[in-house]
């Protein structure tokens, strides 16, 4: 005899899924306004959504999200928390594809600061470790805005000569690195102090809000 599934249960099962799912919708104009796409999954060009470069605003209601200016998430990247984004500042106008991240068993993010979302580390604060519950595919180092791995972040995979094209110069406060040794200096192209770092975690820095620019060095 086959058995019969209510229909109240299959209902309440998918919502369940729904509400696990990201969720991303972008504006076309600052503020929310605008024309706008909603995403529930990975778009590796936005063309296909009419919304390639036409971006101003987001929000994420779920999830967490890598958008980047070039199609197949190619490019500079943006890494967006739960939260609203009014403006989307040096991404205006320049997303090409979107997706969202797998964090693994990372805890909840509900801070809205009503500019941006914001997430809470986790791991050893106390020190370097080797866990990493934040890097994506292909960042081999991730810069925070906060200690603690908080506030905005900033995927990084080559050389960048200025923090000041990812709207990131001097404020940086917290860094895992996820391969290589890296060269953090307090000036662009490398000028100014410097200091190495390996891979590992970093809640607290020496060069709090001073770094940018960075290269791997090995």
Known sequence: MKKIIPAAFLLAALNQVAAQAGELTLFSRPDFGGHDVSLRGAVTDLNQRDFNDRASSAVVRAGTWEVCEHADFGGRC???????YPTLRRFDNLISSARELDRGNRGGRDRDDGNRGHGHGHGNDNGRGNDNDYGRRGDAVMLFEHARFEGRQVGVHNDVRTLRDFDFNDVVSSIV???????????????GQCITYGPGRYPVIDMNDRISSLRRVR
């Open 78 to 84: 943006m890494i967006l928390e739960r939260g609203e």
């Open 177 to 191: 690195i996820n391969d290589g040794r890296w060269e953090f200096c307090n000036d662009a192209d490398y000028g």
